[in-house]
């Protein structure tokens, strides 16, 4: 198994440009979830997918927009890239099972993509 | 909002000695996870310790939650130089469908 997969690694871009990040998982995790890094800020949630069909905006959505295209991909979208969204994007997936009624909901985390805004 | 700060910011150590990392947070959890991340790479999951319980093990790892005064502890003994690495807390809600929340970690440096 691979786990997490996202493309590409690195990317540079100009301001005004548009990228979609992809990620992909093969763990039939039935959540999926986009953070971004920053030094000394940790990861800030973009956005999230809870389930096949579902999306939810994270602390930090402005200027993105996710697609849950399948059970297996995420991907995120930048329409119009600005400086500030230079960082360190994360996608990462769950499956949140029952054990005696308690909610277990590690997350399997990707490699990263490095993007810088021009 | 980060929810788990961590205490230290960065820790450094020699080879052989524990080191023990702090987190708090802010508000009732149903869990409390610790993540490793090391340099350029994903985070990896850890340990997680729910919210009934009040220590777990795991090899050289040790968690203890105190809900009472909102904070868990990380232990890792014996360090090694492959333990050089940031760590991170990350709590989920007690309500509904939560996500994580991360705190900004601790950086850890184990010298040979």
């Known amino acids: 198994n691979a786990g997490v997969t996202q493309t590409p690694k690195f990317q540079v871009l100009k301001t005004g440009q548009s990228m979609t990040l992809q990620c992909a998982q093969d763990?039939?995790?039935?959540?999926m979830y986009w953070y971004r890094q920053d030094p000394g800020m940790g990861l800030r949630l973009i956005y999230y997918?809870?389930?096949?069909?579902?999306?939810d905006k994270g602390e930090v959505p402005n200027g993105y927009n996710v697609s849950r295209l399948n059970k297996r991909e995420f991907s995120l979208r930048l329409e119009s890239a600005a400086p500030s969204q230079t960082s360190v994007y994360f996608c990462?997936?769950?499956?949140?099972?029952?054990?005696?009624?308690?909610?277990?909901?590690?997350?399997?985390f990707g490699p990263g993509t490095r993007l810088l805004v021009l | 909002s980060q929810q788990g700060e961590e205490d230290p910011q960065a820790l450094s150590i020699q080879e052989g000695e524990n080191a023990t990392m702090n987190c708090s947070y802010k508000t009732s959890i149903n869990n409390l996870q610790w993540y490793r991340q090391n340099s350029g790479r994903g985070l990896v999951h850890l340990i997680l310790i729910r919210s009934n319980e009040r220590e777990k093990h795991s090899g050289r790892l040790r968690v203890t939650l105190d809900t009472s005064k909102k904070s868990s502890s990380l232990l890792i003994t014996a360090s090694r130089a492959a333990d050089t690495a940031s760590y991170f807390c990350a709590t989920a809600a007690n309500s509904g469908y939560s996500t994580l929340t991360f705190g900004k970690g601790t950086m850890l440096l184990v010298s040979p």
């Open positions: 997918s809870a389930s096949e069909g579902t999306t």
């Open positions: 763990m039939n995790h039935n959540s």
């Open positions: 990462a997936s769950s499956d949140r099972r029952l054990a005696g009624g308690l909610r277990r909901e590690t997350q399997y």
